[in-house]
C-alpha cells in the first residue's frame, strides 16, 4: 500500500528526490513519515508531513538539506535531498501513521519520530552516498 522509489547511487553534494505513493486508504487521513537505515544502525526518523495542514517536522541531521512535501491528490509524497553526505547512506522507507498531524506534533515535541504509531510501511528505497 505504500511505494517508495528514486533511489540511487549520488556522489556527496548530490540531489536524489524520493517519492512515495500510497494506495488502499485515505490518504489524507495519514501523517506520513520517511525513515531511513543504515548498515547495523536502527531505523530512525528523517521526516514527517501532516496530510490535513502543512506541518512539518525534519531530524536536525537533515534540516535544511531535505525537503518532504506531498500531493494529496496524487497520494504521493516525496522527500528531495540535497547537499547529500555519505552518512545519508541507507534504505530510506516511508510510512503511514493515522494520528495525522499528532503525530507531526509529536515529533516537533520530542525531537525525534517515533516509529510506533505508523500503520503502513513501505518496502524502502536504497540511498548511496559516496565521498
Known amino acids: 500500500q ?5 533511489g540511487g ?3 556527496a553534494g548530490g ?8 494506495s488502499g486508504f485515505t490518504f489524507d487521513d495519514y501523517a506520513i513519515g520517511w525513515f531511513r537505515q543504515a548498515p547495523g544502525k536502527k531505523r530512525e526518523g528523517v521526516s514527517c508531513i501532516s496530510g490535513e495542514d502543512d506541518r512539518v517536522y525534519y531530524a536536525d541531521s ?4 531535505f ?3 506531498r500531493d494529496n491528490a496524487k497520494s504521493t509524497v516525496y522527500l528531495q535531498m540535497n547537499s547529500l553526505k555519505p552518512e545519508d547512506t541507507g534504505v530510506y522507507y516511508c510510512a503511514a501513521d ?14 525525534v519520530m517515533l ?17
Do not use: D, I, M
Open 2 to 6: 505504500l511505494q517508495a522509489s528514486g
Open 9 to 11: 547511487s549520488v556522489q
Open 15 to 22: 540531489s536524489l528526490r524520493l517519492a512515495c505513493a500510497a
Open 62 to 65: 537533515v534540516k535544511g538539506r
Open 67 to 69: 525537503t518532504v512535501s
Open 98 to 111: 493515522p494520528r495525522n498531524t499528532a503525530s507531526v506534533g509529536t515529533a516537533q515535541v520530542l525531537g
Open 115 to 131: 516509529l510506533v504509531g505508523y500503520e503502513y510501511w513501505g518496502q524502502g528505497t536504497l540511498v548511496t552516498v559516496s565521498s
